[in-house]
């Protein structure tokens, strides 16, 4: 069963989670569930979700769900901004919403936050080997 598509494709915000997902070293974009995800073996970032036990109707299309650094989850599970999304939430994914963390039509989204939450994600479900590059490309690498 084919899902309908969720998300308009001209929309500035998931222009902008494009460049930053796709920057990352072997990642790439594919339509699952209707809806866009970024992945290397493993998706990393989807865009738009639904909340944990929301009914049909109640979706976030301008979210960004995913997999958080095991050290910030506590802290982002406390910060009202964040849900547990449908489906994933037992994985460990969480969700925002850029509409309501900032506004993405006020231009309000914090940019960097964004980032930082997708490149945390990237490192917990990119092979080893991809992080490694990463690091090297951000010159975090060891040595």
């Known amino acids: 069963m084919s899902h309908p598509i ?14 930053i ?11 699952s569930h209707g809806r866009p ?25 301008t979210a960004i769900l995913f997999r958080p650094d095991p050290a910030d989850e506590p802290a982002l599970r406390q910060d009202g901004r964040f849900w547990e999304p ?10 925002v ?14 940019w960097d936050e964004v980032a930082e939450l997708i490149d ?8 080893k080997r991809l992080v490694r590059e990463l690091d090297a490309l951000s010159g975090r690498g060891s040595g």
């Open 6 to 19: 969720m998300f308009d494709d001209a929309d500035a915000a998931l222009q902008r989670i494009r460049e």
């Open 86 to 95: 449908a489906y994933l939430w037992p994985a460990g994914w969480l969700g």
């Open 37 to 61: 995800n970024f992945f290397t073996t493993k998706t990393f970032c989807y865009y738009g979700g639904s909340e944990r036990g929301d009914h049909v109707g109640a979706r976030h299309d």
């Open 97 to 110: 919403d850029l509409a309501a963390a900032g506004g993405v039509d006020r231009g309000g989204v914090d």
């Open 120 to 127: 945390a994600s990237y490192r917990v479900t990119a092979p």
């Open 21 to 31: 997902s796709l920057a990352f070293p072997g990642a790439a974009e594919r339509v």
